[in-house]
């Protein structure tokens, strides 16, 4: 298999989603290799710093943070860890991204065990995550797609912030859970039907990970005038083809099944190359315990009332970086935002916030200075000797 060349599709991350393929992701997956317990042990999702949810995985005996995501068709190895653990290369890929082609390789993980399940001969691919990784000041050496997804469920207590796997076919809820179906599950993308603030019906991708809430086509929320009459800045995203400037908006309004979510930031994406115009991430879901069983073409929903009356988080900076082990380069800063107005421009280096210099503890890893309630002072010391003070204040 040396010389094959297969054809995937990889999305954005930081501001959209992990990774999503088009390709066959079941091949290689020995689906008769499962065994286990019915249910796996809770696991501490850290939402308060980590932008994806995590479970343990081992692959091939060594434990590992395996990110969980639903938009990717097949699972995903950091490429310097597929050589340390010396996988077997198995061919090359080309990605397909919300905006442009990505190269990448494929290897073969011998074993894949999980609580509650093992997979053996799983062929993965393989991309260099270094941006990605600098931008959430985070490690993402394995990423479970859809080709584990399938075999398993996963159950998200997000109000508990606890995450556990489950044995799909033994998956069951009391009726206090609402059950949506799920479209495409046997396909590249599974898909929810949504409206959109009373009047936009279409269905959009469960994309577990993705850390914003919803990003959509820019020519679909174009076409159907979703960005008239309303507040529109923009944000910087980094995938695994590089930075990428979007817009963003609040969005009023969306309905999925009988729940009503409200002031939901979205991020609008040129050149969109997804089957669907709407991609929903895991923050959607932050007021539910949810559980997604591609198995069963299933998504089970229970609210948490207190949960749900609280509003979505949402950067009130302005600022776009990269995050070093000394300072943060300024990639983006949106227009008409505190930083904007504070003067702060593409290409500065933050070396100090809130009158303490920058380093690998300093602001801790994970943290949005930026999602700090608005009127929060901000002061920035740049490396250029400059100061700047300003407020926190939404605007977009």
């Given at each position: 298999?040396?010389?094959?060349?297969?054809?995937?599709a990889l999305a954005a991350i930081?501001?959209?989603?992990?990774?999503?393929?088009?390709?066959?992701?079941?091949?290689?997956?020995?689906?008769?290799?499962?065994?286990?317990?019915?249910?796996?042990?809770?696991?501490?999702?850290?939402?308060?710093?980590?932008?994806?949810?995590?479970?343990?995985?081992?692959?091939?005996?060594?434990?590992?943070?395996?990110?969980?995501?639903?938009?990717?068709?097949?699972?995903?190895?950091?490429?310097?860890?597929?050589?340390?653990?010396?996988?077997?290369?198995?061919?090359?890929?080309?990605?397909?991204?919300?905006?442009?082609?990505?190269?990448?390789?494929?290897?073969?993980?011998?074993?894949?065990?999980?609580?509650?399940?093992?997979?053996?001969?799983?062929?993965?691919?393989?991309?260099?995550?270094?941006?990605?990784?600098?931008?959430?000041?985070?490690?993402?050496?394995?990423?479970?797609?859809?080709?584990?997804?399938?075999?398993?469920?996963?159950?998200?207590?997000?109000?508990?912030?606890?995450?556990?796997?489950?044995?799909?076919?033994?998956?069951?809820?009391?009726?206090?859970?609402?059950?949506?179906?799920?479209?495409?599950?046997?396909?590249a993308f599974p898909s929810l039907?949504?409206?959109?603030?009373?009047?936009?019906?279409?269905?959009?991708?469960?994309?577990?990970?993705?850390?914003?809430?919803?990003?959509?086509?820019?020519?679909?929320?174009?076409?159907?005038?979703?960005?008239?009459?309303?507040?529109?800045?923009?944000?910087?995203?980094?995938?695994?083809?590089?930075?990428?400037?979007?817009?963003?908006?609040?969005?009023?309004?969306?309905?999925?099944?009988?729940?009503?979510?409200?002031?939901?930031?979205?991020?609008?994406?040129?050149?969109?190359?997804?089957?669907?115009?709407?991609?929903?991430?895991?923050?959607?879901?932050?007021?539910?315990?949810?559980?997604?069983?591609?198995?069963?073409?299933?998504?089970?929903?229970?609210?948490?009332?207190?949960?749900?009356?609280?509003?979505?988080?949402?950067?009130?900076?302005?600022?776009?970086?990269?995050?070093?082990?000394?300072?943060?380069?300024?990639?983006?800063?949106?227009?008409?935002?505190?930083?904007?107005?504070?003067?702060?421009?593409?290409?500065?280096?933050?070396?100090?916030?809130?009158?303490?210099?920058?380093?690998?503890?300093?602001?801790?890893?994970?943290?949005?200075?930026?999602?700090?309630?608005?009127?929060?002072?901000?002061?920035?010391?740049?490396?250029?000797?400059?100061?700047?003070?300003?407020?926190?204040?939404?605007?977009?």
């Open positions: 298999m040396r010389n094959l060349q297969r054809r995937e930081g501001g959209a989603a992990l990774f999503a393929g088009r390709a066959s992701a079941t091949a290689g997956l020995r689906r008769d290799s499962i065994a286990g317990p019915d249910q796996g042990e809770w696991h501490p999702l850290n939402l308060g710093s980590a932008r994806y949810l995590s479970l343990p995985a081992r692959l091939n005996d060594k434990p590992f943070n395996a990110v969980i995501d639903s938009g990717a068709t097949r699972s995903v190895i950091r490429d310097d860890l597929a050589l340390d653990l010396q996988l077997p290369f198995e061919g090359s890929t080309l990605a397909t991204t919300f905006t442009g082609p990505v190269s990448g390789s494929l290897y073969r993980v011998d074993h894949l065990a999980l609580d509650v399940a093992s997979f053996h001969h799983v062929s993965v691919a393989s991309y260099d995550m270094s941006g990605i990784e600098r931008s959430v000041s985070s490690r993402i050496p394995f990423v479970i797609g859809q080709d584990v997804l399938r075999n398993v469920a996963v159950e998200m207590d997000f109000p508990g912030d606890r995450a556990r796997f489950l044995t799909a076919s033994t998956v069951g809820h009391p009726a206090s859970h609402r059950r949506l179906e799920v479209q495409g599950a046997d396909r039907a949504i409206t959109l603030e009373g009047r936009l019906h279409d269905y959009a991708i469960i994309d577990l990970g993705s850390a914003l809430p919803m990003s959509i086509s820019r020519e679909w929320a174009a076409d159907l005038g979703l960005l008239r009459d309303r507040r529109v800045s923009t944000t910087m995203t980094v995938g695994a083809e590089g930075q990428a400037v979007s817009q963003i908006f609040t969005l009023r309004n969306a309905r999925i099944g009988p729940f009503t979510l409200a002031e939901i930031p979205v991020c609008v994406v040129e050149n969109w190359q997804m089957e669907r115009p709407i991609n929903i991430g895991w923050p959607l879901f932050a007021a539910f315990d949810a559980t997604l069983n591609l198995g069963a073409d299933s998504l089970w929903l229970r609210p948490d009332p207190v949960a749900l009356a609280k509003p979505f988080p949402k950067d009130r900076s302005g600022i776009g970086g990269v995050r070093y082990t000394d300072h943060i380069r300024v990639g983006h800063v949106a227009p008409d935002s505190p930083a904007w107005h504070a003067g702060l421009r593409a290409g500065d280096d933050i070396v100090a916030l809130d009158g303490r210099a920058i380093d690998q503890a300093w602001p801790a890893p994970g943290e949005r200075q930026g999602y700090r309630p608005a009127g929060t002072p901000v002061q920035l010391g740049l490396a250029d000797g400059r100061h700047m003070d300003f407020q926190l204040a939404d605007y977009f």
